[in-house]
């Protein structure tokens, strides 16, 4: 067995969205570790460019692009400037997503901010995917990879637009899968709870405490640990996984109950 070329990315290019902090960050780094050309894609480009100039210090290859989800020609303008810098398309970490989790009460929440998330957290995604899926099969090789969530399966008030719209996630990345074969590979990654800076504004060692009542390996994640998920997806290791949902979670659910 040739373990040699598992997790070889060289050659490869990959898009990362939301990728100016956080797991989009962290996933960035790890490709780039690996060898792939990065796309530092975000809507807040200054902290994509700082993304991109400490992977650039580091050896690696790597440029930023301004990138609002929910435009369409944001959306083309990152696949157009990703293929006339490197020549190709290999791997697409749909990373962005939000909601107004705990706060989409179905008598506070509108229907403009319903629609808000499902164009961030879907609509994107498969818009994404189809504009990039070309490109894929012209190299021969392509990874898609989703960013899901503990919520898409979990059940919970007030957060009925995000979840239902990580749970389209989930069921589109296994249709696509069949659309997509055998030159594409897309899969999905519900991460549990991570100490993100937006879970560290809501964190206190209480609410920790109760998220870990329920999680076996009694840590809550690190964007580290999603990366290597990512990595898992985008490398020649998983080449016989396709329309998957890995949950990275310590075993368990961080919920508040």
């Known amino acids: 067995m040739d373990t040699s070329k598992f997790f070889d990315l060289k050659g490869k290019t990959a898009i990362v969205t939301g990728a100016a902090a956080g797991i989009g960050k962290a996933s960035c780094e790890v490709l780039s570790a690996y060898g792939a050309n990065v796309v530092v894609s975000d809507y807040n480009l200054e902290a994509a460019q700082q993304t991109a100039d400490a992977i650039n210090k580091s050896g690696g290859t790597a440029i930023a692009v301004d990138c609002d989800v929910t435009k369409d020609d944001a959306l083309v303008n990152l696949i157009d400037k990703t293929v006339a810098e490197f020549g190709g398309l290999h791997i697409l970490v749909n990373n962005?997503?939000?909601?107004?989790?705990?706060?989409?009460s179905p008598s506070e929440i509108t229907l403009d901010q319903f629609k808000h998330v499902y164009d961030m957290n879907v609509f994107s995604m498969w818009r994404l995917c189809q504009l990039a899926a070309p490109h894929m099969?012209?190299?021969?090789?392509?990874?898609?990879?989703?960013?899901?969530?503990?919520?898409?399966?979990?059940?919970?008030?007030?957060?009925?637009?995000?979840?239902?719209?990580?749970?389209?996630?989930?069921?589109?990345?296994?249709?696509?899968?069949?659309?997509?074969?055998?030159?594409?590979?897309i899969n999905a990654?519900?991460?549990?709870?991570?100490?993100?800076?937006?879970?560290?504004?809501?964190?206190?060692?209480?609410?920790?405490?109760?998220m870990l009542k329920h999680t076996p390996l009694q840590r809550l994640g690190e964007v580290e640990d999603i990366a290597g998920a990512v990595?898992?997806?985008?490398?020649?290791i998983s080449s016989w996984t396709s329309g998957q949902i890995l949950f990275v979670n310590g075993g368990g659910e961080q919920t508040l109950s």
């Open 96 to 104: 962005v997503g939000g909601g107004r989790a705990g706060k989409e």
């Open 137 to 185: 099969k012209t190299a021969g090789y392509g990874s898609i990879i989703n960013m899901s969530s503990m919520a898409s399966i979990n059940k919970s008030e007030a957060i009925s637009a995000y979840a239902s719209s990580k749970a389209a996630i989930n069921h589109m990345t296994r249709n696509l899968a069949f659309d997509f074969g055998p030159e594409i590979r």
């Open 189 to 210: 990654i519900g991460p549990g709870a991570v100490r993100t800076h937006a879970l560290s504004t809501v964190l206190t060692p209480e609410i920790e405490k109760v």
């Open 231 to 236: 990595l898992y997806f985008a490398a020649p």
